[in-house]
C-alpha cells in the first residue's frame, strides 16, 4: 500500500473562491479524517467518517465546510466562499481496518491552502 | 472535554544529548496516546501507541512511557536527523485531540 495520498498538495485562490481537496486513505481502512492546521498548533479535528457515513463534525466548522466520502472510498473537502481565515495545512488521515479495531492513525502529505 | 499539554515548546539539543518531552493529558476513558513525529511541511507520522499506565513502547532512540496523568517521550543519544515536531494525541472516543506540539531541534 503506498499510504494515504492527498491532492492537490499546494492551492492558492482569491477570496470568496470555492476549493476542493482530494484525500485517498490507505485501502484497508475504513475511518477517514478531515484536519486543519497552523503554524505552531496541532492538528484540529474537523470532521470524521466511518465508511460513507459522516459520524462526527466539529462545532468550530462553518457551513462553508462540507465533505463527502462516496462509497467509502476516497474523500472530498469542499470550502465555498473561502476567507483569508481558511489558509492552513489541510491533512486527512485514516485509520481503523474493516476486521478489527485499531485506533493509531495515519496522515497524508497534507494540502497547503492560502487564500489571497 | 479532553486536554492536552506538551512541554516544553521547543527544545534544543547537542546531538548526543539525551532529554525528555512531556505530554499531560485529562481525559474521561482512555483508548490510546499517541505520539507522533512531524517534520516541516509535511502530514504527522506515527511512532507509538500506549494504552495503559505503566506501559513503554520503544524504537531506535526513541522510547515512550504512560502513567495515568502524563505520558513521556525519551530521546536517547539523539542525532540532527531526530529534529522534527513531535506531537501528542489522547482518544476517548473516535476522535483524537492532540497537543501543540514539542519543536526539537538537535545541532551537530
Known amino acids: 500500500d503506498t499510504g494515504v495520498s492527498q491532492n492537490p498538495r499546494h492551492k492558492i485562490t482569491k477570496r470568496g473562491q470555492n476549493v476542493t481537496f482530494r484525500c485517498d486513505p490507505i485501502?484497508?481502512?475504513?475511518?477517514l479524517y478531515w484536519y486543519r492546521q497552523t503554524l505552531g498548533q496541532g492538528p484540529e479535528f474537523l470532521t470524521y467518517?466511518?465508511?460513507?457515513?459522516?459520524?462526527?463534525k466539529s462545532r468550530l466548522l462553518s457551513d462553508r465546510f462540507s465533505a463527502e466520502r462516496p462509497k467509502g472510498s476516497f474523500s472530498t473537502l469542499e470550502i465555498q466562499r473561502t476567507e483569508q481565515g481558511d489558509s492552513a495545512m489541510y491533512l486527512c488521515?485514516?485509520?481503523?481496518?474493516?476486521?478489527?479495531?485499531?485506533?493509531?492513525?495515519?496522515f497524508g502529505p497534507g494540502t497547503r491552502l492560502t487564500v489571497t | 472535554e479532553d486536554q492536552v499539554t506538551q512541554s516544553p515548546e521547543a527544545l534544543r539539543l547537542q546531538e548526543g544529548e539525551s532529554s525528555s518531552l512531556n505530554c499531560s493529558y485529562t481525559?474521561?476513558?482512555?483508548?490510546?496516546l499517541f505520539w507522533y513525529r512531524q517534520d516541516p511541511g509535511k502530514g504527522p507520522e506515527f511512532l507509538f501507541t500506549l494504552y495503559s499506565a505503566g506501559e513503554e513502547k520503544e524504537k531506535e532512540r526513541l522510547k515512550a512511557t504512560l502513567t495515568k496523568k502524563e505520558s513521556f517521550l525519551h530521546i536517547t543519544a539523539p542525532k540532527p536527523e531526530d529534529s522534527a515536531t513531535y506531537l501528542c494525541?489522547?482518544?476517548?472516543?473516535?476522535?483524537?485531540?492532540f497537543g501543540r506540539g514539542t519543536s526539537l531541534i538537535v545541532h551537530p
Open positions: 485501502s484497508e481502512h475504513n475511518r
Open positions: 494525541a489522547v482518544q476517548a472516543s473516535y476522535i483524537p485531540t
Open positions: 488521515a485514516s485509520s481503523g481496518t474493516w476486521t478489527g479495531s485499531s485506533y493509531e492513525q495515519y
Open positions: 481525559v474521561s476513558g482512555l483508548r490510546g
Open positions: 467518517f466511518q465508511n460513507e457515513a459522516q459520524l462526527e
